[in-house]
């Protein structure tokens, strides 16, 4: 079938919108028409870094409603509304004990360009297209593993709900699911981007006592007070380290890092109290820093978190009942945009004009 999406051709080029021919979904796949799909940092990524072959339609925080089953598919039928979230191969040692963001296959199946089974979906003319995060979302429709597909309720809007699939999944698993930080403990969130403001978020439904904000931008530190950030601070203006320090007394229990600058994922560790952990879910480059006195010598602990640690299945149901109950407006986050304004809502995200861009598709 001919569907519209926007086609990435090569490294740093603009977003196109062209036609491009989808094939028919295969065995435990689904056809998606596609509702609304959240823009990621990791898109921004994949289009300046060429994470998967190009050309690519990019897209990974997906939403829509099941227009046709593959066979063998059990779990779903025509007019589900669902979330699409990454893949992985549900076969591994790390998907079976319920880590699938930890799949063995995961940048096989994310970045590769391909389904699992080693073909396309996508073409263009005689010329093959990258499918992205199992899904390539940035489109009218998508082919899907039903592995990656969550099915969610039909009372809450359904153009809202992509960006569960990975940003806003990151932050706020990041703090339940791998954190799990006891009730009345501290955390500091480095960057108030959409990430992290679902990890404070998160922080105040785990009953953290002192959850510190740190960003360089005021507006976002005031949107962090008002989603439950007991303390902020604006890192270009003061002493991160020095300020948290003097209100915590010792340092913070954990702390997660959105940004992946340097200096900052130092401060991160460096505002720690003894035993503490930090969590990094931000891409970070290449860095230095001292493993005795920055880490082993007060015990702390540094770790990668993937996709919040979550099962997106049984995770994205859990935040939707959250959302409902009022406990997590991740609303307050969106800006939605034309399909047509995808080039725009990316500028916009750079700038810092949008948190969460979302481009209302279909």
Known sequence: MKITAAVTHAQGEDFKIEEVELQEPKANEVLIKVVASGVCHTDAVARDAGLSPFPVVLGHEGSGIIEKVGSGVRNFEAGDHVVLSFASCGECENCLSAHPAACVRFNELNFDGKMEDHTHRLHQQDQEVSTFFGQSSFGTFAIVNERNVVKVDKDVDLALLGPLGC?????????????????????????????????????????????????????????????????????????????????????TNYAIDTTGVPQVVRQ???????????????????????????????????????????????????????????????????????????????????????????????
């Open 268 to 362: 991160s560790l460096h505002a720690l109290r003894p035993l503490g952990v930090s969590a990094i879910v931000g891409v970070t480059p290449t860095m230095e820093f001292d493993v005795h006195n920055d880490i082993m010598a007060e015990g702390k602990a540094m770790i990668g978190v993937i996709e919040g640690d979550a099962v997106p299945k049984l995770f994205i149901p859990k935040l939707i009942d959250y959302y409902k109950k009022g406990v997590f407006p991740f609303d307050k986050l969106v800006k939605f945009y034309e399909f047509d304004q995808i080039n725009e809502a990316f500028a916009d995200s750079k700038a810092g004009v949008a948190l969460k861009p979302v481009l209302k598709i279909s």
């Open 167 to 251: 940003g806003i999944q990151t932050g706020s698993g990041t703090v339940l699911n791998k954190l799990k930080p006891e009730f009345g403990s501290s955390i500091a969130i480095y960057g108030c981007g959409a990430v992290g403001l679902s990890a404070i978020m998160a922080a105040k439904i785990a009953g953290c006592e002192r959850i510190i904000a740190v960003d360089v931008h005021d507006a976002r530190l005031e949107l962090a007070k008002e989603l439950g950030a007991t303390d902020v601070f604006n890192g270009s203006k003061v002493d991160v380290v020095e300020e948290i320090k003097a209100i915590t007394k010792v340092g």
